[in-house]
């Protein structure tokens, strides 16, 4: 998604987002990543300066706050990207932003050491990589629906954050395209959609002017 990013070329019109929409984004990103507290999201984005919203391409918006040198975005013509949606799917953080707040505790995965190079090079997640010793997701049963069945650990469109073995820092972003479930029973085929991932051109941009 932003493996040839280059913000000087692939960014439109810019408009800065509606308390509404800002506190939708705030509500989604709970949602989906529950050991997020809403203080720590207040904190990172606060009501003022509200966010800016970037189009790229005509299905992608980025999200970004004002940056200043007196960290209160007055004076300031820069933003920084910090999260992103494609179409109606869920709502994704920069790895900047993630490396910045390791506080921020999102919903996360973690591939083999032999997933690193192919997810460095742009390619998404297959299942071995999850399930071989070194991959880990969260436990599937412990949650159940109204009626009594279990859930899966990560359901089919959730957003994650992925861990690699022995890596202290994330290194991609992504959606389940399986749930937890089908990739411990299948263990074959594409289980994570891979949007952002180190070294993209998404992450080689700190700020858009």
């Known amino acids: 998604m932003f493996r040839k990013f280059d913000s000087s070329s692939d960014v439109s019109t810019s408009t800065q987002v509606k308390a509404s929409v800002q506190r939708a984004i705030k ?93 460095l090079g742009g390619a998404h997640i297959m299942c071995p990589g999850l399930t071989n010793p070194g991959g880990e997701m969260p436990p599937d049963g412990v949650e159940k629906d109204d009626d009594g069945f279990e859930l899966p650990g990560l359901a089919k469109g959730d957003p994650v954050v992925v861990f690699a073995e022995d890596k202290e820092l994330p290194i991609a972003v992504g959606v389940m395209h399986m749930s937890s479930v089908e990739i411990r029973e299948r263990n074959k085929g594409n289980g994570i959609h891979v949007a952002h991932f180190l070294g993209d051109g998404l992450f080689q941009t700190d700020e858009i002017q």
């Open 27 to 119: 509500g989604q990103i709970l949602e989906a990543h529950p050991a997020i507290t809403d203080e720590l999201l207040d904190e990172l984005l606060p009501k003022k300066p509200p966010l800016v919203q970037y189009k790229v391409g005509p299905h992608l918006m980025l999200y970004c706050r004002k940056i200043g040198g007196d960290g209160s975005g007055s004076g300031s013509d820069s933003d920084e990207p910090v999260f992103f949606q494609e179409r109606d799917g869920p709502i994704l953080p920069t790895l900047k932003l993630v490396h910045r707040y390791p506080s921020l505790k999102f919903t996360s995965v973690t591939v083999d050491k032999g997933a690193i190079p192919f997810l």
